[in-house]
């Protein structure tokens, strides 16, 4: 059974920072993309971030020079670096992994950030 486990998630004030980590495990095939993608209340997901088995990563615009992923292949784990968090960072983020076989899901972790 295919699991996205993610964490790290919680309550920070405005300028603070938080790292978010989803573990991924039952996945057969090697993990193309692993990315990050949120959902603010009455908004649609949106990606955040999304890295390469190789290591090219790509960055919605809100978040470039503030948010940084990485993944470690061996654990088939990618992680969020968020720095200079603001209110409007404020969602539930999911983490995603992109394989030949499917596309995967997290349950999400919520980020708040208080003004």
């Known amino acids: 059974q295919v699991q996205l486990v993610e964490s790290g998630g919680g309550l920070v004030q405005a300028g603070g920072s938080l790292r978010l980590s989803c573990a991924a495990s039952?996945?057969?095939?090697?993990?193309?993309?692993m990315g990050w993608y949120r959902q603010a209340p009455g908004k649609q997901r949106e990606l955040v971030a999304t890295?390469?088995?190789?290591?090219?990563?790509n960055y919605a615009d809100s978040v470039k020079g503030r948010f940084t992923i990485s993944r470690d292949n061996a654990k088939n784990t990618v992680y969020l670096q968020m720095n200079s968090l603001k209110p409007e960072d404020t969602a539930v983020y999911y983490c995603?992994?992109?394989?030949?076989?499917?596309?995967?899901w997290g349950q999400g972790t919520q980020v708040t950030v208080s003004s």
């Open positions: 995603n992994a992109l394989t030949i076989a499917g596309n995967y």
């Open positions: 039952g996945i057969r095939f090697s993990i193309n993309v």
């Open positions: 890295i390469t088995r190789g290591g090219s990563t």
